[in-house]
């Protein structure tokens, strides 16, 4: 999906295995969706149980683990990523392109459900995002550099929220972020929001991306037919598959 979570790192495994149980129904028929309010210099993203603020200073992340997802169903997980370990592809964007120097990723998320989701989702995809994510909350405060060799800060928040009922199957992915030059301007931003409806049993799906910011890409994920050419930036992708892509 989207939007929420490196190509690169994928979750665990291990964490995978610790949480087989699949969850009750009702995970899905109480969520709510993420809503995202944003400005040039702000960005607030809520959700079930958490909120993130991003603005020019930094990014605040709250999570009320009694109302994140599901309480009675699978535990809650984290991880971080040290990104300075890795070889992740620059933000391109507007004015720049930015590689990552220093810096972390982290993820706090909950699995609702263990079934598929439906088309142009792969079972490639299904096996590195093995369940439901309900919710996902992703964090990046880091240091990266331009062409010119300037110091930056970037400073993001990589959601997604995803329902399966008899009803159908819903996804919000938004990627949001800001990037901040040494003089505490902001130099691009991010505003990706990816976004899945269909009925039962996938039908009438229908998917679009969102975008009001200045940094996206597109590029050929590894998960099987469909993958090729999605949205992405930096290191993070949209919508694991080609998407149209709308400029409200």
Do not use: Q
């Not at 009320?64 to 009675?72: Q, R, S, V």
């Not at 792969?122 to 919710?135: D, Q, R």
């Not at 008899?166 to 992915?173: E, I, N, Q």
């Not at 229908?206 to 009001?212: A, K, N, S, T």
């Amino acid at each position: 999906m989207r939007t929420f979570a490196l190509a690169a790192s994928a979750v665990p495994a291990v964490a995978l295995a610790a949480v087989l149980a699949p969850a009750p129904a009702s995970a899905a028929d109480r969520a709510h969706g993420i809503r995202v309010k944003e400005s040039r210099h702000h960005i607030k993203a809520t959700g079930d149980g958490f909120t993130v603020r991003i603005d020019r200073k930094g990014v605040r992340t709250e999570i009320d683990e009694a109302e994140f997802g599901d309480p009675a169903g699978e535990p809650i997980l984290r991880s971080v990523i040290d990104m300075a370990t890795r070889n992740f592809p620059p933000f391109v964007c507007r004015n720049g392109s930015y590689t990552v120097k220093t810096g972390t990723f982290t993820r706090t998320y909950r699995f609702s459900k263990r079934d598929p989701r439906p088309a142009p989702y792969t079972p490639e995809f299904g096996k590195a995002f093995a369940g439901i994510l309900t919710p996902f909350v992703g964090v990046v405060d880091a240091t990266a550099t331009n062409e010119k060799g300037e110091t930056f800060r970037v400073l993001i928040s990589d959601l997604a929220h995803e329902e399966l009922t008899p009803r159908g199957f819903r996804s919000d992915s938004p990627i949001h972020g800001l990037i901040v030059d040494s003089r505490g301007r902001v130099r691009d931003r991010i505003s990706l929001f990816g976004r899945f409806r269909s009925g039962p049993n996938g039908a009438n799906a229908r998917y679009w991306i969102e975008d009001r910011g200045t940094c996206r890409e597109t590029r050929d994920l590894p998960y099987g037919p469909g993958s090729a050419g999605a949205t992405v930036t930096g290191p993070f992708f949209v919508l694991p598959f080609k998407t149209p892509v709308v400029t409200p």
